[in-house]
C-alpha cells in the first residue's frame, strides 16, 4: 500500500496552490489556485498531468477540496470546471464558499479585462481567462459544508475539516480512506489574532502530513511589538502631514490593521482619515457577522465592535485629488503585489514626496512590484521601472521615482517556524510533505525537521512524484472465549 503525492503548483514555490495525492485507487486534489506574478505555463496549476480531456478528468479525480478563499488556493477553479470539463464533487466551507465569487470576479481584472467566456486555444494551452459567467457556474458545483463535519462519499472516502485560523473560512482537511489518512493543512496560523483563533486540530496520527512553509525559516516576534511599530511608522509620517500607502490584498487582515489605527487615532486625540479599498473591505463586515461562530470568543461577545470605526472611510475615484493636499491620510489598497489596481495607482501619485510612506507585507511574491521595491530597500535605490498595465500590455512601462519612504508590515496570517513545529508535533504524522514555500525555505525546514523531529520528511518540486509506502494492517476479530482460552493455553506452555 501507498500514498503518492505529487504538487501540480506550490512545489517549492508559494502560489498555485494544487496538490494532487491517491490513495489506493482514491485521487484527491487539494486546492485550485494560479500565481498572480506570473503569465504562461507558470500561472497556473499542470493541469496536463491530471488527463487530456474532461471525460478523463472527472473519472481520475474522485474529490477537490480547498482550504480558503485567496486567489493562489481557488483561482484556477472555474478553468478546471468550465474548461476543462470537471465535474466531480467539490467541497469547501461555508464562508469560503460565500467569499469565493467575490474574490474571483476581483481577480478578473488580474487578467488584464473582461473576457466574455473566452475558450482556450488549442495552439496556446495556456491562454486561460474565465468571465462573471464561468464564475456562476463554477459555484453551482461547489458544496459548502461546516467545521467537523465528516463527509463520506460513496467508495468510503471521508473527510473532516477542521480550523485553520489564517482567514475566515480557512480550514485543514483530514482525509481517510481505508486504514489511511493524510492532513492537508492549506495556509493556517497557530496563533490568534484580533478576529481568529488559532488553528485548532486534533492529534490525528495521519500517515502523511502535508503543510506549508511560506514562513518556515523565521519565528517572528509577538503581537504587541508588532502593533507598536506599526503605529509608530504611520505616526511618524502623520505628524510630517505625509500620505501613507498600505499595499494589503487581505480580506479581513486589513479590518485588523485599521481598528489598530483607528482606536490610537481617537486615543490620542490625533486628526486623519483612514481610506480602505471600500468594494473588498464593505463585503467582509458583511461575512465577519454572518459567520461570527468562525471569528474569536471576544469578537463575537462584543457584536463586531471592533470594526465600527470611526475615522474610516471606502475610498473611490474622489480620493485622487486628495493625494496632493497638504494634509496627512491613511490609504489601504489592494492587490498588495503592486502589480496593478488601486495600490499601483496611488503609488505612482504619491511615491515623488520624502514625507511620505509606502508599507508592503514582509513576504511579497517573486516578480511582483512589491518584491523588486523591496529589493530596492536593500540596495538604497530609489528609482523603479513597473508595468503601467501588467496583464494587457506588458511592453508598456513608466518609471517611478521613489523619494518616498519604504517599510515592511509584519501582520503576516501564515504560521511560522514555530507554529509549524508545533503543528507537526501534536498531529505525529508518520511522514511530512513540505509545500507552499520557497526553495531555501522549504530546505532549511525540512533539515529542521528531520534533525528535531525524526520524521520522515519530502520537499517536492512542482511534477516531482513522492511515493510514500504505508504499512497494511488487516483487523482480526477474535472472540472473547477464544482469546481468553489461547492465553491460557500458551501460559501453560
Known amino acids: 500500500m501507498a500514498i503518492h503525492i505529487t504538487p501540480l503548483g506550490a512545489g517549492q514555490e508559494v502560489g498555485r496552490s494544487c496538490i494532487l495525492v491517491s490513495i489506493n485507487d482514491k485521487t484527491i486534489m487539494l486546492d485550485c489556485g494560479i500565481n498572480a506574478n506570473s503569465s504562461g505555463a507558470d500561472r497556473y496549476p499542470n493541469f496536463s498531468r491530471v488527463a487530456n480531456s ?190 501613507v500607502l498600505i499595499a494589503s490584498s487581505s480580506l479581513t487582515h486589513s479590518q485588523e490593521m485599521a481598528s489598530h489605527l483607528d482606536r490610537y487615532l481617537e486615543s490620542n486625540n490625533i486628526n486623519c482619515t483612514i481610506y480602505c479599498d471600500g468594494q473588498l473591505n464593505t463585503k467582509s463586515y458583511k ?49 498588495s503585489n503592486l502589480n496593478f489596481g488601486n495600490s499601483l495607482s496611488i503609488l505612482k501619485n504619491i511615491s515623488e514626496d520624502s514625507n511620505n510612506l509606502l508599507l508592503i507585507p514582509g513576504y511579497c511574491e517573486q516578480n511582483s512590484n512589491a518584491f523588486v521595491i523591496k529589493n530596492i530597500i536593500k540596495e538604497n535605490r530609489t528609482r523603479i521601472v513597473v508595468p503601467n498595465q501588467v496583464s494587457k500590455s506588458i511592453r508598456r512601462h513608466m518609471n517611478l521615482n521613489l523619494q518616498l519612504s519604504i517599510d515592511i508590515y509584519s501582520f503576516s496570517n501564515h504560521t511560522d517556524l514555530k507554529g509549524i513545529m508545533q503543528l507537526v508535533e501534536g498531529l505525529k504524522p508518520k511522514n511530512v510533505i513540505l509545500v507552499h514555500g520557497d526553495t531555501d525555505k522549504v530546505l532549511k525546514l525540512k533539515e529542521r525537521v528531520k534533525k528535531d523531529l525524526t520524521l520522515p520528511c519530502y520537499s517536492p518540486e512542482n511534477m516531482e512524484h513522492i511515493k510514500i509506502s504505508i504499512d497494511s494492517f488487516i483487523p482480526v476479530k477474535i472472540s472473547n472465549s477464544l482469546l481468553q482460552s489461547s492465553i491460557e493455553k500458551y501460559a501453560s506452555t
Open 287 to 335: 461575512f465577519l457577522g454572518t459567520f461570527s461562530n468562525w471569528t474569536s470568543q471576544l469578537e463575537t461577545e462584543k457584536d463586531n465592535e471592533n470594526f465600527k470605526f470611526k475615522n474610516v472611510k471606502n475610498f473611490d475615484d474622489s480620493l485622487f485629488p486628495k493625494l496632493k493636499l497638504n494634509e496627512p491620510i491613511v490609504i489601504f489598497a489592494s492587490p
Open 54 to 243: 474532461s471525460n478523463q478528468l472527472t473519472q481520475k479525480i474522485d474529490l477537490l477540496l480547498v482550504t480558503h478563499f485567496h486567489i493562489d488556493h481557488i483561482g484556477a477553479l472555474p478553468i478546471f470546471t468550465e474548461q476543462l470539463g470537471y465535474t466531480g464533487p467539490i467541497y469547501m466551507t461555508n464562508p469560503t464558499k460565500a467569499l469565493f465569487p467575490i474574490m474571483l470576479e476581483e481577480s478578473i481584472k488580474f487578467q488584464g479585462g473582461n473576457y466574455k467566456n473566452r475558450k482556450i486555444k488549442k495552439k496556446d494551452p495556456f491562454s486561460y481567462h474565465f468571465s462573471k459567467n464561468d464564475i456562476t457556474k463554477c459555484m453551482k458545483k461547489i458544496t459548502g459544508f461546516d467545521l467537523k463535519q465528516t463527509v463520506v462519499l460513496n467508495g468510503g472516502l471521508e473527510f473532516t475539516a477542521y480550523y485553520a485560523g489564517h482567514v475566515l473560512g480557512a480550514a485543514m482537511f483530514y482525509i481517510k480512506y481505508k486504514e489511511h489518512s493524510i492532513v492537508y493543512t492549506g495556509d493556517y496560523n497557530m496563533t490568534p489574532d484580533f478576529h481568529l483563533e488559532s488553528a485548532s486540530i486534533p492529534h490525528l496520527q495521519p500517515d502523511v502530513l502535508i503543510t506549508e512553509s511560506t514562513y518556515g525559516d523565521v519565528i517572528k516576534s509577538s503581537n504587541s511589538i508588532r502593533n507598536l511599530n506599526f503605529l509608530n511608522k504611520i505616526h511618524e509620517r502623520i505628524d510630517k502631514g505625509g500620505k
